[in-house]
């Protein structure tokens, strides 16, 4: 884990900020916290910034066993941790809809127009430039392809 | 919302337990980011005419006391022409908070603020002040509406 930005607020521009005091009559605002692993060193964090965690864990490859090994490890129980995969499915699956949606569109213009300027071709003395359209079917295909190799990496939700 | 200059103690953000992803390193100084976080959120409180001020150490929360921190700062993966309209090359500020008063917190934020560079243009400092500004709107537009219900 980086070192940690500066944690305030002398350097924030306001310039009137002081840093924080410590909270007199105010709950901590991570009720939930647990104690988490960081770079080895223990420090509280809330739900939400577990959720960012696995989030970034999974999304750079690391398989879902390892990520729930390490939250484990700083004391997040299997309930917690599950649902952190859970959101972390949920927003993948989310991004990969554009993949499905545009890829096919973008294959099925192309062969439209390649087969619709192929079948003019006779009348226009083959100058019908609307088959340039045609190299929307290969980056459709890729496009699909590269949501084919995210739908890969997504997570399979631990059994209880 | 019209709150006629009513108080309000907004801590600085904190960055306990923030998340900073491991294989990519902040290129910038958060700084410039972290000011266009407060700086947006006390402009938008005064908008609705609300009266940020500071916790002075020492005595007692006044008003509506706003306790903003951070959850995750991604700066996303460099952007290349293979993957430019990846969703992953997005510079991420996240935050969470909670609302309340002298009696305890009643409520709670929680906002991220995303952008995307391009190719010609992707300082990651501006596209981490932007990201930030996005962040702070949207809180600020969760903690007047909790307020509002209040």
């Given at each position: 884990m980086n070192p940690m930005p500066?944690?305030?607020?002398?350097?924030?521009?306001?310039?009137?900020y002081a840093p924080p005091a410590p909270p007199q009559q105010f709950a901590q605002p991570v009720p939930w916290a647990a104690s988490g692993p960081g770079n080895g060193s223990s420090q509280m964090r809330s739900l939400f910034q577990w959720q960012a965690y696995v989030r970034i864990r999974l999304f750079d490859g690391l398989p879902v066993e390892r990520v729930l090994a390490e939250l484990a490890a700083a004391g997040v129980d299997f309930q917690t941790s599950r649902n952190c995969v859970a959101e972390t499915r949920r927003i993948m699956i989310r991004r990969l809809v554009s993949y499905f949606v545009w890829g096919p569109i973008m294959i099925l213009i192309g062969a439209l127009a390649v087969v619709g300027a192929m079948a003019n071709m006779q009348q226009t003395g083959h100058q019908?430039?609307?088959?340039?359209?045609?190299?929307?079917v290969p980056f459709g295909g890729l496009y699909m392809y590269q949501g084919l190799l995210m739908l890969s990496r997504v997570p399979r939700l631990p059994k209880l | 919302m019209d709150f006629k200059g009513r108080m309000c103690t907004l801590y600085p953000i904190s960055w306990q337990g923030a998340v900073l992803p491991p294989?990519?390193?902040?290129?910038?100084?958060l700084a410039a980011a972290v000011a266009s976080f407060e700086g947006g959120l006390v402009n938008a409180l005064r908008a609705a005419r609300l009266d940020p001020r500071l916790p002075v150490p020492g005595s007692p929360d006044t008003g509506i006391v706003i306790r903003p921190q951070v959850v995750l700062v991604d700066p996303g993966v460099p952007i290349q022409p293979l993957n430019m309209?990846?969703?992953?090359?997005k510079v991420v500020f996240e935050v969470e908070g909670l609302i309340g008063d002298a009696s305890g917190p009643f409520g709670q934020f929680h906002a991220q603020g995303a952008t995307q560079g391009s190719l010609a243009r992707q300082d990651p400092q501006q596209l981490f002040v932007r990201a930030a500004g996005k962040a702070a709107k949207k809180a600020a537009k969760q903690i007047l509406a909790r307020v509002a219900t209040r």
């Open positions: 500066p944690s305030n607020s002398n350097q924030s521009g306001l310039g009137q019908n430039y609307l088959i340039m359209m045609g190299a929307l | 294989n990519r390193p902040i290129p910038c100084d309209f990846s969703q992953e090359n």
